[in-house]
Structures are given as C-alpha cells and as structure tokens.
C-alpha cells in the first residue's frame, strides 16, 4: 500500500521536553486521527512534518520524498489548516488569495470558487471579519484549491459549534472519497475522529502509545465496569487505568476479561485516551 506520508524514528529535544522515536504511516488516500493529551508531541510533530522546526532524528518522508530534499515539490502538494490560521487582518479575502496563488503551481481557480460559494464566503469580507468557522472554512478552500494530495489539520474544528464541526467532518469524508487526498486530522475531540477516521495514531508524554486501524483499536480494548467491591487488587492490575467512585468504578482492560459477571463494554476512543493519560487509578 502506497504511503502519503511515513515517519520512522522521528525525533526532537528540547530542554523540558523530548520527543523519542516516533514511527506511523498514513497510506494513500485515508484519514489518520492524530491523538494525544495537551503537550503530548503533536504540534511539535506536525511542525516537523511541515519542516517548520530542524528534526534531532529519524526520517520523514511525503509521497515516497524527503520532507528536507524535496521540501518544495512536497509542499505543493500539502494542504495545511492550522487551528489559528495567519493570515494579514486588514485584507479581504479576495485580496489575501490575490497574494497565495501565485505560489501554487497548480491553482484551480474554478474549484477554488466552487469552495467559496459552498462555504457561503463573501470576498469582499476582511479577514480580521471571519468567525473562527469561516476562518477555517477559507483556510480549506485555499487547502483544496491547489491540488494539494495530502491536508495535514491541526486542530481544526477546535472551538466551533457541533452544527459546523458535523459539516466540516463531512466535508472532509467527501473530499476522501472523490479527490483520494489523504489526511492527518490532530484533535483532542475525539468524538469528530469516532466519525471519519480510519486510523488513529495516539501519542503521550511525547512517546508513540500506538498508531493502528480505528475499528481494530476499538476491538482490541475493553471497558469494564463494576461496583466497589469488584475493584479488587487482582482485577487493578489487569487494567491499563480506571476511575472509582463510591458506588462504583470503571476502568480499560487490553481484552475481555474471562471468568467475570462484570460489565464489559467497546470504548471510545475518549475512553481509550482518558485511561492511558490517568494511567492507574483516577478518584472522583
């Protein structure tokens, strides 16, 4: 399987914080949920990603290219939506494309308008104007307008209104099926990836916890649930974390558990990350 983008032992100190051996792949034409608490290494990867930031080691490839060698040609052909999108204030949107489209060999004028009118921007409107939804909105237009084959998106639907995130996902989704782009989605909403995502790549504590296919992860964990007395010190040490309260606790197991009248549950993947960033126990 053809990879749109491949990292291998992907590294970078810095004096309080160290990012050790990262390696995931994103094969072609697929979304990838890019995982992790606040300070986990995902900011930090995708800066790398972008060669924003000098990486200590490892290697980074995009379409089969060194991200360094061929940094050019690559970003042509990336699309990339920042959660806070730079752009200058006091310009309109017709102004501020005016400026990005010599720099894209393959500008699509016809598509790029086709995005405008769909996402019901005016391009008169200054940028200092746009909500953070419409913010969002022209930083994809722009993303999807030259040819890029691969949308790296850092947090983008952070802060915005369930209605918006629901259109933004399937957006996305429709973008996956007839252009065959593939996407690095980073979000801590984890209930947005539960819709789109086909792989997820969770990483903590600057460490890679696991990168996998969704519906795989999904079957691979359990979450299990008891009263009080259930939670014994035998049972503590089959859970990968677990939350108590005084009627009762929940907790995530790598696999059912056999032998056992406790409740036993599939996760989210809010489940899944809640437990591994608590780690072993969690009191209410």
Known sequence: M?????????????????????????PKGYIMGFIGPNGAGKTTTLKLIMNLIAKDGGSIQAFGLDHVAYEREIKQRIGF???QPVYYEQLSIKQMTGLLRPFYECWDEGKYQDYIKRFDLNPAKKIKELSKGMKTKYSLALALS????????????????????RELLDILYEVIQLEENSILFS?????????????ITFLHGGQLIFSEEKDSLLTRFTLVKGGPEDLTQALKKDLIGFSQTPVGFEGLSSGRLSG???????????????????GRAYVK
Request: no cysteine; charged share 30%; net charge negative.
């Open 2 to 26: 053809e990879n749109a983008l491949e990292i291998k032992s992907l590294r970078k100190d810095f004096k309080t914080f160290s990012l050790r051996d990262i390696s995931f792949s994103l």
């Open 81 to 83: 939506v920042h959660d």
């Open 146 to 165: 030259h040819g890029a084959e691969l949308l790296i998106m850092d947090e983008p639907t952070s802060g915005l209104d369930p209605i918006f995130r």
């Open 187 to 199: 979000s801590h909403i984890t209930s947005d990836l539960d819709r789109v995502a086909d792989y």
């Open 260 to 278: 056992t009248d406790l409740v036993q549950e599939a996760p989210s993947l809010e489940d899944i990350m809640f437990y591994y960033t608590k």
